[in-house]
């Protein structure tokens, strides 16, 4: 299933071969915005048990854990093995050393061929058959991909089934995922509401940091470069150039050196030592967000021995040259009573209150767990709900999580388990496990394809969107050299055409239009799969509820030339008005299209309508058109005066009409006769 050619929005662009315009689509799917209806809302939220919320110790902190803790049988140590060594949080029994031996060589296989991947697959099953449960999620993954055994998505369930049971926490991804797929939310909630837990646990002890940069890797047909360029970590041109800045001394510059250390951003690998004294360097020259960050250092132990009298400092130094969001920190302190003489909800609610009046999300968010608990306000878990509405929408990820928790239990909002479920992914989405992303960006900047591929294709199992998307332009962009493996060896084009299917149109279903109209293209063209214009039809009209303006064009071809949909010549001046209010770059393929209705119209049973109902077929053969008709000269001269007959015609046409509804009605007739 290419993406270098469109669909019936392309035919007409045929017609002036002259100009060659896209209709630039967008490739990711549409954010999530938060709005609730009076009818979420419940009548008498007083009447909820109040005992109801007694276990949800929102402000609560637990010893720290590593990401193996959080993530049993990540594939870290395969994939940073200098950082997993170096922290010593990860003692090998002679099980574990079984099973990442066996991933090392499946990283391998597919990194060269797949030439010994029967021996690799055999090797994990055996594993799996001792009971090992990472064993069995990678057996899983296999079944599931149809990567050296038959696909089998009910032998993959069995295997991630029992793994989970067993604590593998990516096969409870893939399960959950399985089963909101499915629509069995009462199962599906169950799973990504501990998975949400274990993520927003992460947020606040893990080492590890909550900010994920998921890179789409494609931009449509092409590659994202400038996403990519942004990515490459230490060799990125714009990161030497702010460590030179940052080297001669420039705060602003010293500050997001340490936040790209940090956080792990732009292909950086995370180093909370480096971090550290980048900020400690910008703090010396006055700047206030990295005093804010090394309060939070200091408060999580991240790289330094935790010190929460030494965080309040920093914070307090930091909310004293008006940073509002060091605020937050203040207040989580007070209410806890770290690095503080006793605890202070006032206090605490004092500073909650300055960030979240000045548009600081965190303040929301603490805000309403105040209210929703009742700490040192009255309980009101109406308003505790307003406020975490207001921070999800700013991208709170644990007011994401309460809000699934009440939609959930029924407290506070009348229980909606879809609603529950999607919020909850959302926040499960950010837990540790979502490493696989870097490491699959790292990869495919080395050019290690297949092995970028192997990892894109694992989150995809487990639900990520952008992964399904970008494994699925891997397999349509580089075909044998994506590396994908199939039942005996490499994937035959047929199973690669049917696996980049299936991974579109999971990332379609999931809000990525432009996955929705490539699978329209893929039924329309019969790429991969047979042609069939009903179905085209239909996987245009989920892109089109998606506000995707060429797959309103493609609506409105498709009825216009009854191809899967009724002839219908109004609707098909509808739709391609339509799209040319979402995407005013549309306006010349829109023109033409317009064009051909009017001759339809006004030249039926011409050779021009037949001229443009033979457009389909001579599409395919439109890149060697290009170069051999095209290109002369003498031709494009032609073409040029064809596209200024049409003109003539329409424009003539459009004058004659304008004045026959100028003219004045003819005299009666008495008019002329003199009394």
């Known amino acids: 299933m290419r993406t270098r050619r469109k669909p019936p929005y392309s035919a007409h662009r045929t017609l002036f071969l002259l100009f060659f315009l896209l209709l630039s689509t967008t490739v990711t799917s549409r954010p999530f915005v938060l709005v609730l209806s009076q009818d979420d809302l419940k009548d008498d939220p007083t009447s909820d048990d109040q005992s109801s919320t007694a276990d949800w110790d929102e402000f609560g902190q637990s010893d720290a854990r590593s990401e193996q803790d959080f993530d049993p049988g990540s594939w870290r140590p395969i994939f940073e093995p200098d950082e997993s060594n170096s922290e010593s949080e990860l003692v090998l029994n002679p099980r574990l050393e079984e099973y990442y031996s066996a991933v ?196 999580r132990g991240a790289g330094v021995k935790r010190n929460y009298t030494e965080a309040l400092e920093w914070l307090t130094l930091a909310s004293q040259q008006q940073l509002y969001s060091a605020y937050n920190g203040m207040g989580y302190l007070y209410v806890k009573g770290y690095g503080v003489e006793q605890k202070n909800y006032t206090k605490a609610k004092e500073y909650f209150e300055k960030a979240a009046d000045n548009q600081e999300a965190g303040g929301h968010y603490n805000l309403g767990v105040m209210h929703l608990k009742g700490i040192g306000v009255k309980k009101d878990v109406k308003l505790a709900c307003k406020y975490f509405i207001v921070a999800a929408n700013a991208g709170q990820p644990k007011a994401f999580y309460q809000l699934a928790k009440m939609f959930h239990t029924g407290i506070g909002l009348k229980k909606n388990l879809p609603m529950a479920t999607s919020l909850y992914k959302l926040v499960a989405e950010r837990g540790p496990w979502s490493s696989l992303s870097r490491w699959a960006l790292e990869s495919y900047l080395r050019g290690e394809i297949g092995k970028a591929f192997l990892l894109y294709s694992r989150m995809a199992e487990l639900g990520y969107e952008v992964a399904q998307s970008n494994a699925a332009w891997i397999l349509d962009k580089y075909g044998e050299s994506s590396m994908c493996m199939g039942e005996l060896g490499l994937c035959t084009d047929s199973e690669r055409h049917e696996r980049a299917h299936s991974l579109w149109w999971q990332a379609s279903e999931q809000g990525n239009e432009h996955a929705a109209l490539l699978i329209g293209d893929a039924y329309y063209y019969g790429r991969g799969t047979e042609r069939d214009y009903d179905r085209a039809a239909d996987a245009y009209m989920h ?4 506000l995707n303006a060429q797959a309103m064009f493609n609506l409105g071809y498709m009825h216009e030339h009854r191809q899967g949909l009724p002839l219908d010549l109004h609707l098909a001046k509808r739709y391609y008005d339509q799209a040319l209010e979402i995407d005013p770059a549309a306006q010349l393929p829109v023109m033409l299209a317009l064009a051909s209705l009017w001759i339809r119209r006004n030249y039926a049973d011409t050779f021009l309508v037949d001229f443009i109902d033979s457009l389909p077929s001579v599409y395919p053969k439109a890149d060697e058109l290009i170069k051999n008709v095209v290109m002369e000269e003498g031709n494009a001269t032609i073409l040029t005066l064809f596209v200024c007959l049409l003109t003539v015609l329409y424009l003539r046409e459009r004058q004659r009409r304008q004045a026959a509804a100028a003219a004045p009605p003819p005299p009666l007739p008495n008019d002329n006769i003199v009394n």
């Open 543 to 546: 892109a089109k509820s998606q």
């Open 104 to 299: 090392r060589k499946l990283v391998a296989a597919v990194s060269d061929g797949g030439g010994n991947m029967a021996e690799v697959a055999l090797e994990i099953e055996s594993i799996a058959g001792t009971g090992n449960p990472h064993a069995q999620s990678l057996l899983g993954f296999l079944y599931s991909t149809g990567m050296a055994r038959a696909r089998d998505g009910a032998k993959a369930f069995m295997y991630h089934y029992f793994a989970a049971d067993s604590g593998n926490t990516q096969s409870k991804l893939a399960r959950a995922y399985t089963y909101s797929r499915q629509e069995l939310y009462e199962k599906a909630v169950i799973l990504y509401a501990e998975l949400a837990e274990a993520a927003v646990n992460s947020f606040l002890i893990s080492k590890d940091s909550p900010v994920i940069e998921p890179v789409r890797i494609h931009n449509g047909a092409e590659e994202n470069k400038d996403a990519l360029r942004k990515s490459k970590g230490e060799d990125d041109e714009d990161f030497l150039i702010l460590e030179y800045q940052a080297q001669k001394g420039n705060a602003v510059a010293m500050y997001k050196m340490g936040i790209f250390y940090y956080f792990g951003l732009r292909g950086v690998r995370r180093d909370h030592a480096k971090a550290l004294s980048w900020f400690s360097k910008a703090v010396d020259k006055g700047e206030p967000r990295a005093m804010e960050l090394l309060g939070e250092i200091y408060a």
